[in-house]
């Protein structure tokens, strides 16, 4: 299984493979990573911006179907089966990523209710969403994504804010990692992985830890109303497997970026994962949520 990153093809790496035209040839995420770490996901997303999203929304236009829900890079799709219950009013998401394999998962695991009872419709579109048309979101209510922001390039992310801006529509980004960690108990050596780590994030031109900066400057130079708020993973001893698997990502990004940390980190890893083991760890994983709600538009001249 992987950990906190794409599964990767031994001998291959990620940094040129993310950038192919051939979205077969993507680096894929486990699905059994993406649902361990969904509940962490689901206690991280910063709730409170929720009620702005909830008020922009309900000033929209009215839509036969009712709300219509871009997901870009579901997954298997828990950015879906976290909001849809929380959103009042008919609901049809469209969800996109460019692996058919984790499109399954979510249209099978799909949510089928609203706040208030109301019906939620779910159809997959496999795609590139780092290249999306102007017409690619037309009609759309809301855009959403998670833990997607910093694998996207600043062009990329400039050509998201351009799609939604020409859609009218909000934006929901959850879960960009921010490129800070907090170990307890701490060591020397925590400081060197995280910078290794987030040098892994910025190969070839990705955002990594940049990606909320560069998105919420990319909306409001559209004009959008930029909020961020934290929504950090708090893991303890209820979070051992999860903890496990990320440490095992993060550890070996970091090597990945820095060959000459391998002995080290390995000794490093060893420990922090015994620690785990014994429910002796406690780790955060600060990550940053954005809404951007665009200029309303149609009002009195
Ligand atoms: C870290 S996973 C997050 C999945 C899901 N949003 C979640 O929160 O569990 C990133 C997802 O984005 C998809 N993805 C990454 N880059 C993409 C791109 N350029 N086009 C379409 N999907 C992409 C991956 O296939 C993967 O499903």
């Given at each position: ?109 799909s949510p089928r209710a609203a706040a208030d009872g109301s019906g939620v419709t779910v ?119 999860l903890t496990g698997q990320w440490l095992r990502g993060w550890v070996g990004a970091a ?21 785990c083991e014994a429910g002796e760890l406690r780790v955060t994983v600060h990550h940053t ?13």
């Amino acid at each position: 299984m992987a950990g906190a990153g794409p599964v990767v093809p031994a001998g291959e790496r990620a940094t040129v493979r993310l950038r192919d035209d051939d979205p077969q040839d993507a680096p894929r995420y486990a699905p059994e990573w993406l649902q361990l770490r969904e509940p962490a996901d689901a206690a991280a997303r910063a709730a409170d911006l929720l009620d702005p999203l909830r008020i922009r929304l309900a000033e929209g236009p009215a839509r036969a179907g009712g709300l219509a829900v871009h997901d870009l890079g579901c997954g298997t799709g828990s950015m879906g089966r976290w909001l849809a219950p929380r959103l009042d009013g008919a609901q049809h998401w469209i969800l996109h990523d460019r692996d058919p394999y984790l499109l399954h998962f979510a249209a099978v695991a799909s949510p089928r209710a609203a706040a208030d009872g109301s019906g939620v419709t779910v159809e997959t579109r496999r795609g590139d969403v780092a290249r999306l048309t102007p017409d690619a979101l037309t009609g759309a209510s809301l855009v959403t994504a998670s833990a997607l922001l910093d694998v996207l390039t600043r062009e990329e992310i400039e050509n998201l804010a351009d799609a939604c801006a020409d859609a009218g529509c909000p934006a929901l980004l959850t879960l960009s990692v921010a490129g800070r960690v907090e170990l307890a108990p701490a060591d020397p050596l925590d400081a060197e992985i995280t910078d290794a780590f987030n040098a892994h994030q910025r190969r070839a031109g990705l955002l990594g830890p940049d990606a909320v900066t560069v998105a919420g400057e990319a909306f409001a130079a559209r004009g959008a109303t930029v909020r961020v708020r934290p929504s950090p993973w708090r893991l303890g001893p209820g979070e051992a497997a999860l903890t496990g698997q990320w440490l095992r990502g993060w550890v070996g990004a970091a090597v990945e970026q820095r060959p000459e940390l391998r002995d080290r980190a390995e000794r490093y890893l060893d420990a922090l994962l015994a620690a785990c083991e014994a429910g002796e760890l406690r780790v955060t994983v600060h990550h940053t949520d954005l809404l951007a709600l665009p200029r309303p538009t149609g009002g009195p001249v």
